[in-house]
């Protein structure tokens, strides 16, 4: 490979068309995901050891902090299980070509921007 | 072939079919999560254990937590290779970020033996 040819690395003047705007959420939702585990499983063990424990992490749970880290990671597996399911979607056959690709991305940002209204509604 | 499939060397078919059914595994656990907070109204502490005391849930926990196991490991493989380009560098996060996917695994296998 020729290593002198000009590289653009200037992500904020390149144009994401909405296929790359997808691909790229969806490895930092995967990869959010994956560190929010960290908090997740910390919360789901020190619930479960005995009820006051339970108490403290729903009270924690319950701060404006809280709410933001559970709402931010429920929108981030939205993300995720939307962006997986096109993928599936993708591997069958569909929404495979420039149209119908851009047009599959705009509906699941949609979705997942619906369902995080939504979802933070609820949960505040 | 064969010896592919009989060792822990991976290739590209096992990945992509190792991806897509503990993304299914992990899709079918989100499903049940959301449908135990919508359908219970108070969760308290008597409702909370007592899922988790249930035979078929710690086996489908763990089956969940195995699975994103497995899914990190392609996962994040995929990611490092992309944006990590010097070997020693991207072989020590990779190592680490496992270690952390294995951790997950065992903290969920020894809470769900003690409820």
Do not use: C
């Not at chain 1, 020190?46 to 709410?67: D, Q, R, W």
């Not at chain 2, 991806?19 to 359908?39: D, K, P």
């Not at chain 2, 899922?51 to 995929?78: E, Y």
Request: no cysteine; net charge neutral; charged share 10%.
């Amino acid at each position: 490979m020729n290593k002198q040819r000009p590289v653009n690395l200037e992500l904020n003047t390149i144009s994401f068309p909405p296929s790359a705007l997808v691909s790229i959420l969806h490895r930092v939702t995967g990869v959010a995901l994956f560190f929010a585990l960290l908090l997740v499983i910390g919360a789901w063990a020190s619930s479960l050891t005995s009820a006051e424990s339970f108490a403290s992490v729903t009270e924690l749970m319950n701060g404006v902090i809280g709410k933001l880290l559970v709402i931010g990671t429920v929108s981030a597996l939205t993300y995720h299980i939307l962006g997986g399911v096109r993928h599936m979607f993708m591997d069958m056959g569909h929404f495979e070509e420039l149209e119908s690709g851009n047009n599959s991305a705009k509906f699941i940002i949609g979705l997942w921007i619906a369902l995080t209204v939504v979802m933070g509604v609820v949960i505040w | 072939m064969v010896t592919n499939q009989a060792s822990i060397k991976r290739d590209g078919v096992q990945d992509f079919v190792s991806l897509r059914t503990t993304a299914i595994v992990i899709l079918a656990y989100s499903i049940f999560m959301l449908w135990f907070f919508v359908s219970t109204p108070t969760v308290t502490y008597e409702v909370w254990s007592g899922l988790f005391s249930n035979l078929a849930v710690k086996v489908f926990t763990l089956a969940a937590l195995v699975s994103v196991m497995i899914h990190v490991r392609i996962g994040l493989w995929q990611v490092l290779t992309d944006y990590v380009k010097p070997h020693n560098v991207r072989a020590v996060i990779q190592f680490l970020l496992n270690l952390i996917a294995f951790a997950y695994v065992a903290v969920g296998l020894f809470v769900l033996w003690g409820v």
